[in-house]
């Protein structure tokens, strides 16, 4: 049996504490001295406190074993309690995620779901939760059989295709195999997009303000986020390190980074720029380096978004802004969606290190995508290139998981969870 607070820690009216396991039920009634009446709202006392109990059966839970759960008041010490009297009773304390993870070992979840659950906690907007409960609901799942089928089906007409002769083939056969092939790495690309937009709305596009100092980059910040978060100064440097937070733009979750003005000194100059300031005009070009997106303020960084802080002055190209009357404001937010979204259907987002099974599938896909893209030529290179790739994704619908595998993956949970 494992037990965990599932609710966040601190104050607050209700903290609810689940217990799954084999021996619950009875743990339950020996802790209450009420028998257990399965998806039946109960008033229990618990010694330490008075709590609402709710029990659910195995398999139909969300574990797929027995299951109770202890509404009690919040806060720290009385949660506390209570889980001290289930750990003496027999139970332990769970792992990160590990009620997830029984879920999933039960056949309760997919590991696409299971994921999806994670994804919906940590939305901080609303595209990034209607992409959960998009994976919570197995679309993902269902467009990769759907892919493994129609690659199957391609493949067995070629086999057929070479045990007869080409006189008994249709007379479009070839035209209708190209078709097909070009429409299932279409599918693929489809695929390939959703899983790369899925990160983005996961782990938030990196954003970075670059320009000299006092170009206006922190009161640019403030303007976006609507609130004064970095320090304003006429003094040149205020800036010495980068600030980040977090900022909601048309549901795209952004992470808006203020960075040290960028300014380099001549040899001889050198030792006018502190080494302070030396080491944030290092950070700041490591960001830019990992930006999703750079918006350069009056200069020029390659493939950044350009903007000019003085919108009452005459500029070229780029968008001109005003932080103080927020002047052309929405013109800029409106841009920064446009270029996140263009990259991520253009693939070209900066990848952080695949960390989940939706990233490394990303690879998957791109791996099937290239043995597609090689389908050419004779038939029999077309049927090697066809039952190549339907093998190897069908190798990751059916895949087992390791153990190591599986601990990565629930880690990333809250213990309740």
Same mark, same amino acid.
């Given at each position: 049996?494992?037990?965990?607070?599932?609710?966040?820690?601190?104050?607050?009216?209700?903290?609810?504490?689940?217990?799954?396991?084999?021996?619950?039920?009875?743990?339950?009634?020996?802790?209450?001295?009420?028998?257990?009446?399965?998806?039946?709202?109960?008033? +229990?006392?618990?010694?330490?406190?008075?709590? +609402?109990?709710?029990?659910? %059966?195995?398999?139909?839970?969300?574990?797929?074993?027995?299951?109770?759960?202890?509404?009690?008041?919040?806060?720290?010490?009385?949660? %506390?309690?209570?889980?001290?009297?289930?750990?003496?009773?027999?139970?332990?304390?769970?792992?990160?995620?590990?009620?997830?993870?029984?879920?999933?070992?039960?056949?309760?979840?997919?590991?696409?779901?299971?994921?999806?659950?994670?994804?919906?906690?940590?939305?901080?907007?609303?595209?990034?939760?209607?992409?959960?409960?998009?994976?919570?609901?197995?679309?993902?799942?269902?467009?990769?059989?759907?892919?493994? !089928?129609?690659?199957?089906?391609?493949?067995?007409?070629?086999?057929?295709?070479?045990?007869?002769?080409?006189?008994?083939?249709?007379?479009?056969?070839?035209?209708?195999?190209?078709?097909?092939?070009?429409?299932?790495?279409?599918?693929?690309?489809?695929?390939?997009?959703?899983?790369?937009?899925?990160?983005?709305?996961?782990?938030?596009?990196?954003?970075?303000?670059?320009?000299?100092?006092?170009?206006?980059?922190?009161?640019?910040?403030?303007?976006?986020?609507?609130?004064?978060?970095?320090?304003?100064?006429? !003094?040149?440097?205020?800036?010495?390190?980068?600030?980040?937070?977090?900022?909601?733009?048309?549901?795209?979750?952004?992470?808006?980074?203020?960075?040290?003005?960028?300014?380099?000194?001549?040899?001889?100059?050198?030792?006018?720029?502190?080494?302070?300031?030396?080491?944030?005009?290092?950070?700041?070009?490591?960001?830019?380096?990992?930006?999703?997106?750079?918006?350069?303020?009056?200069?020029?960084?390659?493939?950044?978004?350009?903007?000019?802080?003085?919108?009452?002055?005459?500029?070229?190209?780029?968008?001109?802004?005003?932080?103080?009357?927020?002047?052309?404001?929405?013109?800029?937010?409106?841009?920064? +969606?446009?270029?996140?979204?263009?990259?991520?259907?253009?693939?070209?987002?900066?990848?952080?290190?695949?960390?989940?099974?939706?990233?490394?599938?990303?690879?998957?896909?791109?791996?099937?995508?290239?043995?597609?893209?090689?389908?050419?030529?004779?038939?029999?290179?077309?049927?090697?290139?066809?039952?190549?790739?339907?093998?190897?994704?069908?190798?990751?619908?059916?895949?087992?998981?390791?153990?190591?595998?599986?601990?990565?993956?629930?880690?990333?949970?809250?213990?309740?969870?």
């Amino acid at each position: 049996m494992i037990a965990a607070l599932a609710t966040a820690r601190g104050r607050g009216g209700v903290a609810v504490i689940r217990v799954s396991g084999a021996g619950v039920f009875e743990l339950a009634e020996k802790l209450t001295g009420v028998k257990v009446v399965p998806r039946t709202v109960q008033y +229990v006392d618990l010694k330490v406190d008075r709590a +609402v109990m709710i029990s659910f %059966k195995g398999p139909a839970s969300y574990t797929g074993e027995d299951i109770v759960e202890f509404q009690t008041h919040g806060g720290e010490i009385t949660p %506390k309690r209570v889980l001290e009297l289930i750990y003496k009773a027999g139970a332990r304390a769970a792992k990160r995620g590990e009620f997830t993870q029984r879920a999933f070992l039960n056949s309760k979840l997919s590991i696409e779901a299971a994921e999806g659950v994670l994804d919906l906690i940590d939305a901080k907007t609303e595209r990034a939760a209607d992409k959960a409960l998009e994976a919570l609901g197995g679309k993902r799942e269902s467009e990769l059989k759907k892919l493994y !089928e129609e690659l199957i089906s391609l493949s067995s007409e070629l086999e057929h295709a070479l045990d007869i002769s080409e006189e008994e083939l249709p007379s479009d056969f070839e035209g209708a195999v190209e078709a097909r092939r070009l429409k299932a790495i279409a599918r693929i690309d489809s695929l390939v997009k959703g899983e790369k937009e899925g990160k983005i709305l996961r782990e938030g596009a990196l954003v970075v303000l670059a320009g000299a100092p006092n170009a206006g980059k922190s009161s640019l910040m403030n303007a976006l986020l609507g609130e004064n978060r970095a320090i304003v100064s006429s !003094e040149a440097g205020t800036t010495r390190d980068s600030i980040e937070e977090w900022l909601d733009i048309e549901g795209w979750p952004i992470r808006l980074t203020d960075t040290a003005g960028l300014r380099y000194a001549k040899p001889e100059q050198v030792g006018l720029i502190g080494e302070i300031e030396q080491e944030g005009i290092r950070r700041s070009e490591e960001l830019i380096k990992k930006a999703d997106l750079v918006i350069a303020l009056d200069c020029d960084i390659e493939g950044a978004l350009k903007v000019h802080s003085k919108a009452d002055l005459a500029h070229g190209d780029g968008i001109n802004v005003s932080s103080l009357t927020g002047e052309g404001l929405d013109e800029l937010k409106k841009a920064i +969606v446009e270029k996140i979204a263009e990259r991520v259907a253009q693939g070209t987002m900066i990848d952080g290190e695949c960390g989940n099974i939706g990233e490394s599938q990303v690879e998957i896909l791109l791996r099937i995508r290239g043995e597609l893209e090689r389908a050419g030529g004779e038939i029999v290179l077309k049927a090697n290139a066809i039952r190549s790739a339907a093998m190897t994704l069908g190798e990751e619908i059916g895949a087992s998981y390791s153990e190591d595998l599986l601990d990565k993956i629930f880690s990333r949970f809250c213990v309740g969870k």
